[in-house]
């Protein structure tokens, strides 16, 4: 969506929730409801999830509703990553197990999900979906469980055990409009539209194109809307009626599709740029593809799938091989470059002689310059700001692999600094 990164698939991806429930089930005790364990043969303290042989991860994904393309791409990814881990001797001298949940993007689903597998694992490497991530926040803070949330929204900052990768939304949007202003000639005085989701994803990719189109004397036109919606003719037409010179969208790809195929039929053919998550590779196998690749460029935490950072390359490589068919969308980067994080959090909580849940939240929190390989670095010592503020900008590439392109590198857009402190203040 990220992700950053933040990437998708056809069905819109609203904001997808990736949880990282690391739980470790002490092997000399009963795991505890409070995420407390007892100590292990070697002297190491344990908690749910971990027992002598095994540290157990659950994931709760959506493999059979709106967003069960992402599902399949970040489970398959995951499962990649604890593979390769195995192959190489664990962590912590034990198997890494993912124990994966389809709530089908059900909320209630959800719920008895995590409370069925809460007591096993010791973090949840994913849980899509923004209502899913809202319903449990109660009970990842009471658990202590390490939660990487496939969302991106702003509102998610501030608590410990749950980790937004990358950059928010907001965010997201200031590198957008500056973007815009920098490339594609807009000036004071000029309207840009916001086409936007309800719910916290297109609030706060609001909140950011605001501020930013106030900093740089553009008015905003926008358009609110809902992930049922997929014909936005009558949003076009009303952004033409505005005169806009250019088109936000924090939305999914069936309504990136629609923007940008219906405003190129209707003549309105002007700039547009979408949040990470409006974008999946099936959108150039529509219609709309000559129109995406003439007028869209898309805003990410993440690089594209084709980059050719070494880490990358290296990546999809394996996953094609694993998973020969399957395509190498952005939520097989965000959902390997998730668990990559939390394997090093687990490695520097089993160094630090516990693997308890708590203790795997302080061992993230202690990493001030994490560094995958598979895009900027990211700094989770303050849970009150993104862990990163750099975003890619990104173009549809229909021959490249995932469909997309870096078309400018990682780089901080001006004023996000100025931004996040008027927020904290």
Not at 19 to 48: E, M, Q, V, Y
Not at 129 to 138: R, T
Not at 183 to 211: Q, R
Request: net charge neutral; charged share 20%; glycine share 10%.
């Amino acid at each position: 969506m990220t992700t950053h990164p933040r990437h998708r698939t056809t069905t819109a991806v609203l904001a997808g929730a990736l949880a990282l429930l690391i739980a470790a089930t002490g092997c000399s005790s009963k795991a505890d409801g409070d995420g407390g364990g007892g100590d292990s043969a070697g002297g190491l303290r344990t908690g749910p999830g971990v027992d002598a042989e095994t540290i157990r991860l659950g994931a709760l994904t959506d493999l059979t509703g709106p967003y069960a393309t992402l599902g399949k791409s970040i489970v398959q990814a995951q499962q990649m990553w604890a593979d390769e881990t195995n192959a190489k001797g664990g962590i912590c001298d034990r198997k890494v197990e993912i124990v994966v949940k389809d709530h089908g993007y059900d909320v209630q689903k959800a719920v008895t999900a995590y409370a069925d597998i809460a007591p096993d694992v010791v973090a949840l490497p994913q849980v899509i979906g923004s209502p899913v991530v809202a319903a449990l926040l109660d009970d990842i803070e009471r658990d202590k469980t390490l939660t990487f949330p496939q969302a991106w929204a702003a509102s998610l900052l501030g608590k410990d055990p749950i980790q937004v990768l990358g950059t928010t939304y907001d965010v997201d949007m200031i590198a957008a409009v500056d973007f815009l202003t920098r490339t594609k000639g807009l000036k004071k005085g000029d309207t840009i539209g916001h086409v936007y989701f309800e719910g916290d994803y297109g609030a706060n990719a609001l909140e950011g194109a605001t501020w930013a189109a106030e900093k740089a004397g553009l008015k905003i036109a926008g358009q609110k809307i809902k992930a049922t919606d997929t014909d936005l003719s009558a949003q076009v037409s009303a952004l033409r009626k505005e005169g806009v010179k250019a088109v936000l969208i924090s939305a999914g790809p069936a309504q990136t599709a629609s923007l940008v195929g219906v405003a190129a039929s209707r003549g309105l053919r002007v700039p547009v740029v979408s949040s990470a998550p409006g974008f999946a590779p099936q959108l150039m196998k529509t219609p709309a593809a000559p129109a995406l690749a003439a007028m869209l460029h898309v805003v990410s935490a993440a690089p594209a799938v084709s980059s050719d950072l070494p880490g990358v390359k290296t990546m999809v490589a394996s996953y094609q091989k694993k998973y020969p068919g399957s395509p190498v969308d952005s939520g097989v980067l965000s959902g390997y470059n998730a668990a990559q994080l939390l394997g090093m959090d687990l490695k520097k909580a089993c160094e630090a002689g516990s693997l308890a849940r708590e203790d795997v939240v302080k061992a993230h929190r202690s990493q001030k310059n994490a560094d995958t390989g598979l895009g900027t670095p990211q700094d989770f010592s303050d849970v009150s700001r993104p862990a990163s503020v750099e975003t890619y900008v990104l173009r549809p590439d229909a021959k490249a692999v995932g469909n997309v392109v870096n078309a400018e590198d990682a780089h901080r857009a001006p004023g996000v600094e100025e931004y996040l402190a008027s927020r904290s203040g």
